[in-house]
């Protein structure tokens, strides 16, 4: 990003644009906006608590101020069927489903059922 740019970023949100219609202007991602913004401030909302902390400087940004509220978050968010991050799967082999994260190709519900797909037994998909 040229420094025309991030000078034109100050400008408009100076000027009380919102993070969209600043990416728009630009031509630029609305999270690289977010993102510089962030920078220059040098502190963040925690998700859980709401509390300011500071952004240490050089790493990606932190979303929770301790690990204690991003426990706390993500136990919150695991009790309620909002957890983005899991997602329903079928087994191969015993056709039970499952929930796995979006990151893991799993295929099988457990090793057992993996063992025995790959020894050909029982599974109407086997080998």
């Known amino acids: 990003m040229s420094d025309l740019e991030k000078k034109r970023i100050l400008e408009l949100k100076e000027a009380g644009y919102g993070y969209g219609s600043i990416a728009k202007q630009l031509g630029i991602s609305k999270s690289t906006i977010i993102s510089f913004l962030k920078s220059l401030s040098g502190y963040s909302v925690c998700k859980c608590c709401d509390k300011k902390f500071i952004q240490p400087a050089g790493v990606r940004l932190k979303l929770f101020c301790c690990d204690k509220c ?3 978050y993500r136990r919150i968010q695991s009790k309620g ?3 983005v991050t899991g997602y329903e799967v079928k087994c ?3 056709h039970k489903k499952f929930y ?3 990151s893991l190709k799993r295929k099988f519900c457990s090793r057992e059922c993996y063992d025995n797909f790959r020894k ?3 599974g109407s998909e086997s080998k």
């Open 120 to 122: 050909g037994g029982g």
């Open 100 to 102: 796995s994260y979006r």
């Open 81 to 83: 069927e909002t957890l």
């Open 92 to 94: 191969l082999f015993c």
């Open 70 to 72: 991003r426990y706390k």
